[in-house]
């Protein structure tokens, strides 16, 4: 979402609002309506500058009078860029927060094992999914989605989530229950998602 924005690696020690480009070239459409580029019609020739976007962040920021520039940075507001580019005075009525990025690669490195800490107990079980066989309800489960759909979609299932596996198809004469055992549990969920579509 649009916003204002303080990245030192993109940046330098620039203020800067990234405007969501669909949106303001939304009002733009509503209330002007001249079929231009917004940006080159009505932001550059009100003084702002255009700062291509860094790497692949794909948003780029803009700075000028009025918007970031001469302005309080405790009260904020995009009335500026609003008067330029719909040609109405801007009525922002709230203050935006300044969101603050540093990509430097400490911070870089520094996030990325935050994130990794953050997820590394769900991808423990989804690791030990992939080992441990199927519970006792998964199974008791299977069985009676078994007889709900029959032995024929259960088969054409089974052999889809053991692909790839040394899991052996189910035998003519074993029981579905039998077949769900040697399962582990994360096949086990994704039987029941299958067998579950065509419940």
Same mark, same amino acid.
């Given at each position: ?55 692949? =962040? ?8 009025? %918007?970031? *520039?001469? #302005?309080?940075? &405790?009260?904020?507001? +995009? ?55 199927? =519970? ?8 009676? %989605?078994? *007889?709900? #759909?029959?032995? &024929?979609?259960?088969? +054409? ?43």
């Amino acid at each position: 979402m649009s916003g204002f924005a303080r990245d030192p690696k993109y940046y330098g020690d620039r203020l800067v609002y990234e405007p969501l480009e669909r949106k303001w070239a939304g009002y733009h459409a509503r209330h002007c309506g001249c079929g231009r580029d917004w940006l080159e019609a009505h932001a550059t020739p009100a003084g702002f500058t255009v700062i291509p976007p860094g790497g692949k =962040t794909g948003y780029y920021g803009l700075v000028g009078p009025g %918007l970031t *520039e001469g #302005v309080d940075e &405790e009260k904020l507001t +995009a009335d500026a860029l609003w008067e330029a580019v719909t040609g109405k005075p801007g009525t922002q009525t709230w203050y935006e927060s300044v969101h603050i990025t540093c990509r430097s690669p400490e911070s870089e490195a520094a996030r990325k094992e935050h994130y990794k800490q953050l997820y590394a107990p769900a991808q423990e079980r989804r690791k030990q999914a992939k080992t441990e066989p199927a =519970t006792e309800a998964q199974v008791k489960y299977l069985t009676t %989605l078994a *007889e709900k #759909v029959g032995t &024929e979609r259960f088969d +054409a299932e089974f052999a889809k989530v053991i692909k790839s596996s040394d899991i052996a198809p189910r035998a003519p004469r074993q029981r579905c229950a039998t077949a769900a055992k040697r399962l582990t549990k994360s096949r086990a969920r994704k039987l029941i998602t299958a067998l579950v579509g065509h419940d």
